[in-house]
């Protein structure tokens, strides 16, 4: 319980929110998606844009590895994460105001949410300090060793 512990404690509630939520797509949601879901089922938006069938079966490698590699970046808190993390989630946010507008006739929604994630993309942009290669195993290991005076 204490390594759990460990994991979310250098970093604020809704950053570690973000990891856990990329943690779930890159391993649970992702490979089902991938590999169960049909290609006719198949959708996946981009700018906002939806593709469906074999484009956005073939599309879902990217959105794969761009999760995959949010986890990683925040467990790690790694530098690179600042400033791609907050770019990505302003991608989402406009691609959200502009599927709403193309696919489900209300900007409201679309407008709503494009103010969540555009808040969450200055959060993001913010929070430059947090991203300092966070070294997790180092400090369980210095945190084990005996005190040398």
């Known amino acids: 319980m204490e390594n759990i512990k460990q994991i979310f404690k250098d970093r604020p509630h809704w ?22 879901k049909s290609v006719a089922d198949d959708q996946e938006v981009w700018f906002g844009f939806m593709l469906t069938g074999w484009y956005a079966k073939a599309t879902e490698p990217l959105h794969w590895l761009i999760y995959g590699a949010g986890f990683y970046g925040f467990l790690k808190m790694k530098t690179w994460m600042w400033p791609w993390a907050s770019v990505y989630v302003a991608q989402v946010a406009i691609g959200m105001l502009v599927w709403s507008l193309l696919y489900a006739g209300s900007g409201i929604t679309g407008a709503i949410a494009f103010v969540l994630f555009s808040s969450l993309a200055y959060a993001l942009w913010r929070a430059k300090p947090l991203f300092n290669d966070l070294k997790l195993e180092e400090a369980e290991v210095s945190a084990d060793e005996p005190e040398t005076t």
């Open 15 to 36: 950053m570690n929110a973000i990891m856990v939520f990329c943690a779930y797509m890159t391993f649970i949601y992702m490979p089902f998606d991938l590999f169960y």
